[in-house]
């Protein structure tokens, strides 16, 4: 199995930035795809980021896009998500997630049913 462990998180005011690490065990990380969700109090599970193991494929959400970075250091078995100009909406748990199917070093997923493993989340919070 695949463990993988969420940091980052915190309180920042609106327009501000924070960087989400998740640190994956495994011995074929660079297989892996990973993915970003994040999920309010009420809300649906909602699609972020995703990148392919490969590192060559990128995929993010509409609301996110142009503000958020995902990259990953494959030597280090981490993914990250660079959260810039944040938003109150943007308050949320996130979630990385891993995905070890035949096809995922070459395709980033944007359908939580992908993946096969997950964080325990991270809680980031942004104020008005």
């Known amino acids: 199995q695949v463990q993988l462990v969420e940091s980052g998180g915190g309180l920042v005011q609106a327009g501000g930035s924070l960087r989400l690490s998740c640190a994956a065990s495994g011995r074929t990380f660079s297989r892996y795809a990973m993915g970003w969700f994040r999920q309010a109090p009420g809300k649906e599970r909602e699609f972020v980021a995703a990148c392919s193991g490969s590192g060559d494929i990128i995929s993010y959400g509409d609301s996110v896009k142009g503000r958020f970075t995902i990259s990953r250091d494959n030597a280090k078995n981490t993914v990250y998500l660079q959260m810039n100009s944040l938003k109150p909406e943007d308050t949320a748990v996130y979630y990385c997630?891993?995905?070890?199917?035949?096809?995922?070093?070459?395709?980033?997923?944007?359908?939580?049913?992908?993946?096969?493993?997950w964080g325990q989340g991270t809680q980031v919070t942004v104020s008005s």
């Open positions: 997630a891993a995905d070890l199917g035949w096809s995922s070093t070459w395709y980033a997923p944007s359908r939580a049913g992908d993946y096969d493993y």
